[in-house]
């Protein structure tokens, strides 16, 4: 990396952060932040809708918080957006003439493209698209990151930290990042679909609830673990559980029966259609 990309990155990193709709992912990421040390709390300034709300997240967190986005980004070396999309073209607007000519903006709204953003602000700005999900609060996140035309190695060095500071990262193609969306960012939601199905055929024959639950959550944890940290294809650590004529291919036969595998193939792909919508939609009152 160059010196001056050096220089840029200390400059960004040592600013002022700007949260744009702290609502529930907003506050997840500004607290590990926070926790990290990445960024002072004298340092960060947030948004919400509404007054009364900003004041609770203020005393919450020990930060400044309001309801004026174009006063909060004004001298923000970095500003992350958290908005829902159908209010993100109003807020890019809004924000785009009290944008420092160098400011970075990383945006973790849904189906917002890095070029839309671009546009809004000025086709000059460092635009950085993220895409993270909800065990970001304890630190397991997966996040995809995809750049911008004019974000440099600086400006995705900086988000890698950042994001870093929660679990994994994957630098993508902007293409895939509504493929990402279904499946990283909505996908905790299938599995914790998958966790409660285990945990309640536990009690349904004979396991306590608080058991039942435990290792259901340890089993898919452990699971994932193992397939992370070895690489390996998840049929072949499939088939090194199924022993022949035993109890797992019983199980495995009964999953292809009730089409499992196809439910959730169908639930990613419905669900990368649906991230696409998101921006045309209309706000809701």
């Known amino acids: 990396?160059?010196?001056?990309?050096s220089k840029?990155?200390?400059?960004?990193?040592?600013?002022r952060?700007?949260?744009l709709g702290c609502g529930k992912m907003g506050t997840i990421l500004l607290q590990a932040f926070l926790q990290k040390g990445l960024v002072a709390r004298e340092d960060v300034i947030a948004t919400v809708q509404h007054e009364e709300r900003a004041k609770a997240?203020?005393?919450?967190m020990g930060?400044?918080?309001?309801?004026d986005n174009r006063a909060a980004?004004?001298?923000?070396?970095?500003?992350?957006?958290?908005?829902?999309?159908?209010?993100?073209?109003q807020l890019l607007d809004e924000i785009s003439p009290a944008l420092k000519p160098d400011a970075l903006v990383i945006s973790i709204v849904a189906s917002a493209p890095v070029k839309f953003i671009q546009q809004r602000l000025g086709n000059n700005k460092a635009v950085l698209r993220a895409m993270p999900n909800t065990p970001a609060s304890v630190g397991a996140a997966m996040t995809a990151i995809a750049t911008g035309s004019h974000a440099g190695p600086s400006h995705l060095s900086l988000a890698k930290k950042m994001?870093?500071?929660i679990g994994?990262?994957?630098?993508?193609?902007?293409k895939h990042m509504d493929a990402v969306t279904a499946l990283s960012a909505s996908g905790p939601a299938f599995v914790f679909v998958i966790l409660e199905s285990m945990a309640e055929a536990g009690v349904k024959v004979g396991l306590p609830r608080e058991l039942a639950t435990l290792l259901a959550a340890q089993t898919l944890f452990g699971s994932a673990q193992l397939a992370l940290e070895t690489g390996h294809h998840p049929a072949l650590l499939k088939d090194a559980v199924t022993t022949p004529a035993g109890r797992t291919i019983d199980g495995i036969m009964e999953l292809e029966k009730g089409g499992l595998r196809v439910t959730i193939m169908s639930a990613i792909v419905k669900a990368t259609q649906r991230a696409r919508e998101l921006m045309s939609e209309p706000v809701s009152s």
């Not at 990396?1 to 990309?5: N, P, R």
């Not at 840029?8 to 600013?15: F, K, Y």
């Open 163 to 165: 994001f870093e500071s």
């Open 57 to 60: 997240v203020s005393k919450q």
């Open 168 to 174: 994994r990262v994957a630098v993508v193609d902007e």
């Open 63 to 67: 930060i400044t918080v309001g309801t």
């Open 17 to 19: 952060l700007a949260v």
């Open 1 to 5: 990396m160059s010196s001056i990309s």
């Open 73 to 89: 980004v004004s001298g923000a070396s970095t500003v992350l957006v958290c908005v829902k999309p159908q209010t993100m073209s």
């Open 8 to 15: 840029s990155e200390r400059a960004q990193s040592n600013g």
